[in-house]
């Protein structure tokens, strides 16, 4: 497994761990499409920043009437990555020493 996995793994168990601390709490496709236009990205380029496929972020996103909601550390990790979450930022390993002082 390479390294840039584990960190992806890593920042996933800390989202479920803090999941009782935030607000934000379960995405709806409405949403997920507004913070992904935000951010400026197509579909595919989000789905890619949390390694899943395309159509699954589509699904997530569709008007339709099956309820497909975005699971819970995939919103949080997404939100992570493009810094729209609004308790946590990701913060370099050698920087988190300096900012905990």
């Known amino acids: 497994m390479d390294i840039a996995k584990l960190q992806q793994i ?5 989202i479920v761990y803090a999941k009782s601390q935030l ?9 997920s499409k507004e913070a992904r236009l935000k951010a400026g ?3 595919k380029q ?3 920043l949390i390694g899943v496929e395309e159509r699954t972020w589509q699904r997530w996103e569709e ?5 497909t909601e975005i ?3 995939c919103w949080g990790l997404f939100l992570l990555k ?4 609004s308790k946590f ?13």
């Open 82 to 85: 493009v810094g729209q979450h």
């Open 10 to 14: 890593t920042i996933i168990k800390n």
């Open 46 to 48: 989000a789905a890619k």
């Open 63 to 67: 008007q339709t009437g099956r309820k």
């Open 23 to 31: 607000n934000s709490g379960w995405q709806t496709k409405n949403n």
């Open 71 to 73: 699971p819970f550390y």
């Open 89 to 101: 930022k990701l913060v370099e390993k050698n920087d988190h020493k300096e900012s905990i002082k």
């Open 41 to 43: 990205l197509a579909t």
